[in-house]
């Protein structure tokens, strides 16, 4: 049995007279050294314990429910209570609804064996607040090795936890991310085919074949679908190829204003509280608007379709002491914020709110992607997100987007032309199918397309014919070269070649370089792909 041994007994640490003339009878001359040495070091002892920063106690096996019997005001600090509520009482009452039952087993059963213990516990202060408290106790054996008390110190470790925890998070997000990343990347390019197809279907059907005109609208009804799942997913893993523009969120939002009344209902009022003096951001206005519509969507949802939204910006600050959200840099941040009037997220849902597939719908009324994109989306734009209860009701979303310096850009006028003119256009795809959909539908559109599978084979095709109005590369593939190395190389041999990439995938590895050239998303829609090559062959120098 392992313990403290003490030479002598111990009290509750506040001496009554006629202890203290017990153990040191001042005034009789018989008294020994060894005594008064005794009685000092029982002095030092508790006045070292009461000063000490760790909180203390001491309990007393001996009396009924092993009651407190000492505690220092390092103890009282943290729990919040006065010695008058604390001497007297078993450490349970610092217990609550959440303190893990198991781990209080393991103190009762320590206890009953005479045995020490270190337990992490979560504990309860006066105030109803939590802490997470780490905890030592140990028996008081007497020399002679008989039990006299328990001993227990502690310590608040509820930081520590929560850095524990924050980092467990991002582990499982970052691993769930490389895997929903990888399943994204393979599944756009089966998509790519399947609405490359329906487009060319659509374009060949007969306008009185009703039938088959809805059948054709219910697979692109239904590829549409999947594309957006796709791109949540790899808004949630980081892998969603951003555009960002520098621009003011005001504006932003106040452009689709419509289309947040839309989503919001009918039963729904909306209220816009925006900054006057707000700060510019950089941000891709795609992205942006489909994280805001998902917690809209939610907060609608939340509110079973009738109450208030209030969406508002503003400029704020994040510090190390006190993050604005989880992983959240130090720094200046603007802040796009949704509140509703619903009961608000429980402990349960709040916990796991921007984890993939967490959904508190039922089954097939969500996917569990909605928030979990936009935790992905704000995590790629350099940002973060976060939840909480308003104090009255309802709850807060806030999207934190990185301040930019500079000025607002400004839109570029598209092209109204689609059609080729017989321009020579040299693709790049290592995947068949999309390669033989992509050169079908470019030739269809008037364009002289030839095809090689990988960026060697462009730049050795290139060296005896550099004739060519346009590259349309991957960027992803296999080989030594990926589309962003080869795109940098042709600009840089034949300037005069106008250049489009396209992807289903974000490397953050290509991210700084891609944004040098013109991309387009698959999976593509043939009106789109046509719209972008024009503006690219017809704009300023030939970009646009």
Not at 212 to 233: D, F, H, P
Request: proline share 4%; net charge negative.
């Amino acid at each position: 049995m392992q313990g403290r041994r003490v030479s002598g007994g111990m009290n509750d640490g506040r001496d009554t007279p006629d202890d203290r003339d017990h153990l040191t009878p001042r005034g009789h001359s018989e008294v020994s050294n060894a005594a008064v040495q005794a009685n000092d070091r029982h002095d030092i002892f508790f006045a070292a314990v009461d000063a000490t920063r760790m909180p203390m106690v001491v309990t007393d096996p001996h009396r009924d429910d092993n009651p407190i019997i000492f505690c220092n005001r390092a103890f009282e600090r943290m729990t919040g209570y006065g010695q008058d509520e604390i001497l007297g009482r078993n450490c349970r009452f610092l217990q609550g609804p959440e303190t893990d039952r198991d781990v209080v087993s393991q103190v009762g059963a320590a206890i009953r064996n005479r045995e020490e213990l270190a337990v992490e516990i979560l504990n309860y202060r006066k105030n109803g607040s939590t802490f997470w408290n780490a905890l030592f106790v140990s028996p008081v054996i007497s020399e002679e090795g008989e039990l006299k008390y328990y001993f227990a110190s502690q310590l608040d470790i509820s930081r520590r936890k929560e850095a524990e925890e924050a980092l467990h998070q991002a582990q499982k997000m970052e691993a769930v991310g490389k895997l929903t990343g990888g399943i994204a990347h393979d599944f756009n390019n089966l998509l790519q085919v399947i609405t490359g197809y329906v487009d060319m279907l659509d374009a060949r059907l007969d306008k009185e074949d009703r039938v088959a005109r809805r059948s054709v609208e219910a697979i692109a009804s239904a590829a549409n679908r999947g594309a957006q799942l796709t791109q949540q997913l790899l808004a949630f893993a980081r892998k969603q190829e951003l555009r960002d523009r520098l621009l003011n969120i005001n504006t932003l939002i106040g452009d689709f204003e419509s289309i947040v009344s839309r989503s919001a209902g009918d039963k729904v009022r909306v209220k816009y509280q925006f900054s006057d003096d707000l700060w510019n951001a950089r941000i891709d206005p795609v992205q942006a608007e489909m994280a805001l519509l998902n917690i809209v969507t939610n907060a609608r949802d939340a509110m079973s379709g009738t109450g208030e939204i209030t969406i508002a910006t503003g400029n704020v600050v994040s510090t190390v002491e006190a993050p604005l959200a989880a992983g959240l840099d130090p720094g200046e941040y603007v802040c796009v914020s949704v509140s509703d009037t619903g009961l608000g997220i429980d402990d349960h849902a709040m916990a796991q709110i921007f984890d993939p597939f967490f959904s508190t719908k039922e089954v097939g009324k969500g996917t569990g992607l909605g928030l979990s994109m936009v935790y992905g989306f704000m995590r790629q734009s350099g940002g973060g997100v976060s939840a909480e209860n308003l104090p009255d009701r309802g709850a807060r979303f806030s999207l934190l987007f990185p301040r930019a310096r500079g000025v607002v850009d400004i839109d570029t006028v598209q092209s109204p032309q689609t059609r080729g003119e017989g321009e020579r256009l040299l693709m790049v795809e290592d995947q068949p199918q999309v390669a033989e959909l992509g050169k079908t539908i470019l030739e269809d559109l008037g364009y002289d397309v030839t095809h090689v599978d990988s960026a060697k084979k462009a730049l050795k095709l290139l060296e005896s014919d550099n004739k060519f109005a346009l590259l349309f590369t991957d960027i992803v593939m296999p080989g030594e070269m990926n589309g962003v190395e080869l795109a940098t190389s042709v600009r840089g041999e034949y300037p005069d070649i106008q250049i489009l990439l396209t992807t289903g995938y974000s490397d953050r590895a290509l991210d700084a370089e891609s944004r040098n050239f013109p991309l387009v998303r698959k999976p593509w829609r043939r009106a789109e792909l046509a719209q972008r090559i024009r503006t690219l062959l017809e704009g300023p120098n030939g970009v646009s």
